[in-house]
């Protein structure tokens, strides 16, 4: 039997390298990649090509893609089955994964194998304005209204944490306003106060606003409530549970 290596959560611990929006350096190392992608299925672009609106293109988005490890696995991980099936060809997905963190996406730049089809760039999703100029040009160069997949993984606490819950509820409607799927991962609430700790540490002032959110407890749960009361999606299925206990969550446009 397969034994595995604890590995520390950089979320959940008292490391060093803390950074106060998640924007972890090595991230990768301590959650790979495998660890997401295990759970979320290869046909997943099966089921949305059903709904394609141009039914040739089909466009995702990586909501905090950090270094753009993930976000390269999961496009290579979603070309498999659809490559095996002969009438996807690669050219026809396109990702692109943004970050508030200029680094970490200069990082995503240099080691992106599929130029012509994933792009990376700087962008902050709490600067409305700004994100929404920049991802309605990036959609309007391919003709369409909404990208195809939305990713969110492991983001909501980081603007829940420095923005309120007003943000993290307008960050939900944001991201279901611009695609048709949404495949999250939302942070549980022991993660805020490992995350809350930290920022302390670091002498944020941010932690005085940690105590004073109203939104609490089942992170899941008040993200699929206000998703699915508020912002017409509905949670389509659950991938079940990563090593680290977060829910993946695919919802669709209803
Ligand atoms: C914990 S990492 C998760 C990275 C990746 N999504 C994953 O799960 O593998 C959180 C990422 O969200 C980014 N982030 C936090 N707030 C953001 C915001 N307002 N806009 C864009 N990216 C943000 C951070 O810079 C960081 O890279």
């Known amino acids: 039997m397969e034994t595995h290596v604890p590995r520390v959560n ?19 190392t301590f959650n790979p990649p495998e660890n997401r992608l295990s759970l979320i299925p290869e046909t997943l672009l099966e089921n949305i090509r059903l709904r394609s609106v141009s039914g040739e293109r089909v466009l995702m988005l990586d909501v905090g893609c950090n270094s753009g490890d993930l976000s390269v696995a999961l496009y290579k ?4 089955e659809e490559a095996s099936g002969c009438d996807f ?8 994964g943004f970050d508030l963190d200029q680094d970490l996406i200069h990082r995503a730049q240099n080691s ?10 700087p962008l902050d999703i709490t600067d409305d304005a700004k994100s929404q100029a920049v991802l309605e040009s990036y959609l309007g160069s391919f003709g369409c209204p909404r990208f195809h997949l939305c990713t ?3 983001v909501t606490m980081w603007v829940h944490l420095n923005h309120g819950d007003a943000t993290f509820l307008s960050l939900l409607s944001r991201l279901a306003s611009l695609c048709e799927y949404l495949l999250l991962e939302a942070q549980p609430w022991k993660c805020y106060r490992s995350a809350a ?22 992170m899941a749960a008040h993200a699929r409530e206000h998703l699915e009361k508020q912002c017409s999606m509905e949670l389509m299925q659950s991938f079940g549970n990563t ?8 919802f669709r446009r209803r």
């Open 152 to 154: 969110c993984f492991a």
């Open 112 to 121: 992106n194998p599929f130029p012509q089809n994933i792009q990376f760039i």
């Open 10 to 28: 950089p979320e959940e611990n008292e490391d060093p390298g803390a950074a106060a929006y998640g924007n972890f350096i090595n991230y990768y």
């Open 197 to 218: 700790r930290r920022l302390r540490k670091l002498g944020r002032s941010d932690f005085d606003h940690f105590k004073t959110l109203e939104i609490r407890g089942d």
């Open 243 to 250: 090593t680290w206990d977060r829910s993946l969550l695919l």
């Open 89 to 96: 060809p690669k050219r026809k997905l396109y990702l692109l």
């Open 77 to 80: 991980h979603l070309l498999q």
